[in-house]
């Protein structure tokens, strides 16, 4: 079943020391918790689905800056399925393989395109490279010549 929505919760983004060279951006994404959630299908319909709490968070080493995302995805499916992944998670904190993906993927898309609106708004570097242009070298006058 799919995921159905997605919120952030808490943004945070602070500089805290001069940017230097040979400073470093380190990521994580954890799942913090994973609740039942009945989900509004219409005005009197509700299903039964989960919410999946997460924290993004983007480390500036040495010292220079970090940004911290909350939010939670919202998903849907069938009770009995909502109940083994309840059960899972409070008896070992684990998901299946696939779903972890799946909503990894989703919090890591999002969360890196607020995170990298985030950095600008204190001054930080973008904490992933960013495409750019260079200039064009030449290499040898021929390069330069109209054949037109």
Same mark, same amino acid.
């Given at each position: 079943?799919?995921?159905?929505?997605?919120? #952030?919760?808490?943004? +945070?983004a602070?500089?805290?020391?001069?940017?230097?060279k040979?400073?470093?951006?380190?990521?994580?994404?954890?799942? @913090?918790?994973?609740?039942?959630?009945?989900? @509004?299908m219409?005005?009197?319909?509700?299903?039964?689905?989960?919410?999946? *709490? #997460?924290? &993004?968070?983007?480390?500036?080493? $040495?010292?220079?800056?970090?940004?911290?995302?909350?939010?939670?995805?919202? &998903?849907? !499916?069938? !009770?009995? /399925?909502?109940n !083994?992944?309840?059960?899972?998670? /409070? /008896?070992?904190?684990?998901?299946?393989p !696939?779903?972890?993906?799946? +909503?990894? @993927?989703?919090?890591?898309?999002k969360?890196?395109?607020?995170a990298? *609106?985030?950095s600008?708004?204190?001054?930080?570097? $973008?904490?992933?490279?960013?495409?750019?242009?260079? $200039? /064009?070298?030449?290499?040898?006058?021929?390069?330069?010549?109209?054949?037109?």
């Amino acid at each position: 079943m799919p995921i159905v929505g997605f919120n #952030f919760d808490k943004t +945070l983004a602070e500089r805290t020391g001069k940017v230097q060279k040979g400073m470093r951006a380190a990521h994580n994404i954890i799942i @913090n918790s994973i609740e039942k959630e009945d989900l @509004n299908m219409g005005k009197t319909t509700k299903k039964a689905g989960l919410k999946f *709490s #997460f924290e &993004y968070e983007v480390k500036y080493e $040495p010292k220079i800056g970090n940004i911290s995302i909350l939010g939670h995805i919202l &998903y849907l !499916e069938d !009770e009995k /399925k909502i109940n !083994e992944i309840l059960a899972k998670w /409070k /008896k070992s904190k684990t998901i299946e393989p !696939e779903l972890t993906m799946q +909503l990894i @993927n989703t919090a890591i898309v999002k969360s890196t395109i607020k995170a990298l *609106s985030l950095s600008q708004d204190v001054n930080l570097p $973008p904490h992933l490279p960013i495409p750019t242009i260079q $200039p /064009k070298t030449i290499a040898s006058d021929k390069t330069n010549e109209y054949i037109g």
